[in-house]
């Protein structure tokens, strides 16, 4: 079975500040795809990354960045120099098949960015 | 209309009411899903459609019932609900093993 635990259930900074979500996961699978969404106040999820298991580069995009670390299970996404338009509740999400099967998120973090 | 569109946006409903929910994506996807998202819970896959086969239906009740009559339209038919199926529900399209894109939810409330 899989599972995908983010322990912060909310993180509040103040603008400017570095930020770090946490993921982590579980699966018996070799292969699979990891996922982070962010959905605003709209509600609406906006796609942010995915990843496959076979990937472990970090990946850079702008002020956001994503740690994969295969043996810890995790895959950590980090905000640099925070904004207020960064508050959203983020979700981390585990799928198969490229993400085309159902994907199994985590709980989510409502990141609040003050300014 | 660009992206993933659902109507409505908001529905209230009696217990004994039947509804439905729309859903359309306008991406050229050939994968189609449905999401619940409930309060302080995970989001919930309900159903998923490849190529307008139902693969996949993680033990939804049968008061929400699923269609989709073309790739690129879904509905979710809904009779003799609970309160405890408010919620948002969410649909996804994808193209077949690439990431889903959202819709903006509809915000259900049973009474």
């Known amino acids: 079975a899989q599972k995908v635990t983010q322990a912060q259930t909310e993180i509040s900074v103040v603008e400017k500040e570095d930020v770090t979500l946490d993921c982590v996961y579980e699966t018996r699978d070799t292969t699979y795809y990891l996922f982070w969404y962010k959905q605003p106040p709209s509600g609406e999820l906006v796609f942010l990354i995915r990843?496959?298991?076979?990937?472990?580069q970090n990946e850079i995009s702008g002020r956001y960045s994503w740690n994969f670390q295969k043996s810890t299970s995790s895959f950590n996404f980090t905000i640099t120099a925070s904004q207020v338009v960064d508050s959203a509740v983020y979700f981390c999400?585990?799928?198969?098949?490229?993400?085309?099967?159902?994907?199994?998120f985590g709980k989510g973090t409502h990141l609040i960015i003050q300014p | 209309e660009t992206g993933v569109t659902q109507t409505p946006r908001h529905l209230v409903m009696g217990m004994t009411n039947k509804k439905s929910l729309k859903c359309e994506q306008h991406l050229g996807h050939n994968a189609m899903y449905w999401y619940k998202q409930s309060a302080k819970k995970p989001l919930e896959l309900m159903f998923v459609?490849?190529?307008?086969?139902?693969?996949e239906n993680n033990s939804v009740p049968s008061r929400f019932s699923p269609e989709c009559p073309n790739s690129s339209h879904l509905f979710l038919h809904l009779h003799t609900l609970q309160p405890e199926d408010s919620a948002l529900y969410l649909c996804?399209?994808?193209?077949?093993?690439?990431?889903?894109?959202f819709g903006p939810g509809t915000r259900l409330t049973v009474l």
């Open positions: 999400a585990l799928g198969y098949g490229g993400g085309a099967d159902g994907l199994t």
């Open positions: 990843r496959n298991s076979f990937d472990e």
């Open positions: 996804a399209s994808s193209q077949l093993y690439n990431e889903q894109f």
């Open positions: 459609y490849n190529f307008k086969e139902q693969t």
